[in-house]
């Protein structure tokens, strides 16, 4: 396999407003994103030969994106999906420059996530659910109905065999709570969150309080990927792609088939041999974090922690600024926005190139980074970046 450490870099990060209602349209947001991404690229919407999009179904297409930037793209495509296409999709652009198809990629993610289709919201049709994925008729007609069930029946096996407690999401939820506050574009800055205020607050669909969920948000992100080449010539200083796992998934497409398997199990040791690294080299992270109990399995997945310590890992504030791991320091999706995993990625970029220095939101000497995508427990990518 041909090796693409450091020869792909991300040039360009931009997000729209983020609001609990836009009173917009999800391409009028995309433009918002895109054009901050170009400005932070230093580069014009005509330097811009691919665009793609991931979506369920709520977004604008990355052909009407081009269109309204006042371009004809040589590549276009937008695929139905949410956590890990970020990641996908950034693959997906590498492997179109690699093979000289396009040279720059404009990659984003635009949803009126709070105030329109809303993945928690309800109006779900049960009976369209059962065909939405395998195994689906077993649970679903029996009320598992959401993913907080779905992901809450992997997250109580998971506590039972390896002793975490629900203090220990409170950890993960207070740490990126605490990030929020140095971020004033986070949904939650200005509202910091108390273990006792997390662990008084009743459960929406057990082990998950409404504190465990990601916060819907609307919003678009846009990121840009180019070669490394190319990105000398930028305004921005790029990040390097080290390692990329693009997307994998677990052994059987029921997955509850094993509720000890998850995705990123395979993920984890593809991207650190592509990138070189191992766990103890990584100083900043992105966890994907749709609920709390995803990042603890997360962090044992990509070794961070060993099977039986997460719950101590957390509880020692090894996800806080000056911890082991700061992790999702602009908030998370806990916490700042939810663009299924695109904002954790800008945070990152972002962290990597040291755009928070002398302030107390920078992560000190941070000079690698990961941030990892999920799917669901069966389906995962992940990326390592370095400035």
Not at 25 to 43: E, F, K, S, V, W
Not at 295 to 315: D, I, K
Not at 351 to 358: F, W
Request: some cysteine; proline content about 4%.
């Amino acid at each position: 396999m041909v090796s693409i450490k450091d020869r792909y870099a991300i040039v360009g990060v931009g997000e729209s407003e983020r609001s609990k209602n836009s009173g917009t349209t999800p391409l009028h947001m995309a433009l918002d994103a895109a054009r901050a991404a170009l400005n932070d690229a230093g580069l014009e919407a005509k330097d811009i030969d691919g665009f793609m999009s991931y979506s369920e179904h709520d977004s604008c297409s990355s052909h009407q994106l081009a269109t309204y930037l006042g371009v004809r793209p040589k590549y276009v495509k937008d695929i139905m999906g949410g956590g890990s296409s970020t990641e996908m999709l950034i693959a997906d652009a590498v492997g179109l420059i690699e093979t000289g198809q396009v040279n720059t990629v404009l990659i984003y993610r635009s949803m009126n996530g709070r105030s329109g289709v809303r993945m928690g919201g309800g109006g779900w049709d049960v009976n369209m659910l059962q065909n939405a994925f395998e195994g689906g008729s077993f649970i679903i007609p029996y009320g598992a109905g959401s993913p907080s069930q779905w992901f809450g029946l992997f997250a109580t096996r998971h506590m039972h065999e390896t002793g975490l407690t629900q203090e220990h999401l409170g950890h993960v939820c207070t740490s990126f709570y605490e990030h929020a506050q140095r971020n004033p574009k986070a949904y939650f800055y200005g509202k910091p969150l108390t273990m006792e205020e997390y662990k008084k607050t009743p459960y929406l669909s057990f082990p998950f309080n409404k504190h465990d969920f990601c916060m819907e948000s609307d919003e678009a992100n846009a990121i840009i990927v180019t070669s490394a080449e190319r990105a000398k010539n930028g305004k921005s200083k790029p990040v390097y792609i080290m390692g990329i796992s693009a997307r994998q998934c677990v052994s059987h497409a029921h997955y509850w088939n094993n509720l000890d398997e998850v995705a990123a199990d395979y993920v984890a040791p593809e991207v650190y041999k592509m990138a070189g690294v191992g766990p103890e080299d990584i100083h900043v992270a992105s966890i994907y974090d749709c609920y709390s109990w995803v990042v603890l399995r997360q962090l044992e997945a990509y070794g961070f922690a060993p099977r039986g310590e997460v719950g101590n890992f957390v509880a020692e504030g090894n996800l806080r600024m000056g911890g082991k791991l700061p992790s999702n320091t602009a908030g998370g999706m806990l916490s700042e926005g939810y663009t299924h995993g695109m904002n954790n990625v800008l945070e990152i970029v972002r962290q990597v190139r040291h755009e928070y220095k002398g302030t107390d939101r920078q992560v000190e000497n941070c000079e690698i980074g990961i941030c990892t995508g999920w799917a669901g427990p069966d389906i995962a990518g992940a990326m390592i970046l370095r400035n």
